[in-house]
């Protein structure tokens, strides 16, 4: 199971701080992604990390705004949002991918094999 927390309602400009805990899965066997969905748009890819941490993924929209991080010792991976802007506001989802220890994170939604319930994330402007 993923869960994932930390949305909320912030202005222009805030920051949010995401966090995705797995239960009953070892996360670091698993690449992690985060996506997100706008209401009456279809889900989008927002960034990914390998499974060691070592490599990340953005979309372009989000770069030098969003870090994604993880702490495996936690079960955890995060993702730091900064200088939001309202066309962030969707509701995010973490998501599982569970690839060899060398392999490239997806950024395809279909690629992935769990998913947590999703939490919004409301900008004002």
């Known amino acids: 199971q993923l869960q994932a927390s930390g949305g909320g309602l912030v202005q222009a400009g805030g920051s949010l701080r995401l966090s995705c805990v797995a239960s009953?899965?070892?996360?670091?066997?698993?690449?992690m992604g985060w996506f997100r969905q706008a209401p009456g748009k279809e889900r989008e890819f927002v960034a990914a990390i390998s499974r060691g941490g070592g490599r990340e993924y953005y979309v372009d929209s989000v770069k030098g705004r969003f870090t994604i991080s993880r702490d495996n010792a936690k079960n955890t991976v995060y993702l730091q949002m900064n200088n939001l802007k309202p066309e962030d506001t969707a509701v995010y989802f973490c998501?599982?991918?569970?690839?060899?220890?060398?392999?490239?994170?997806?950024?395809?939604?279909?690629?992935?094999?769990?998913w947590g319930r999703g939490t919004q994330v409301t900008v004002s402007s």
């Open positions: 998501a599982a991918d569970r690839i060899i220890q060398s392999a490239v994170p997806s950024m395809m939604s279909s690629d992935y094999d769990y």
């Open positions: 009953g899965r070892t996360l670091s066997q698993y690449a």
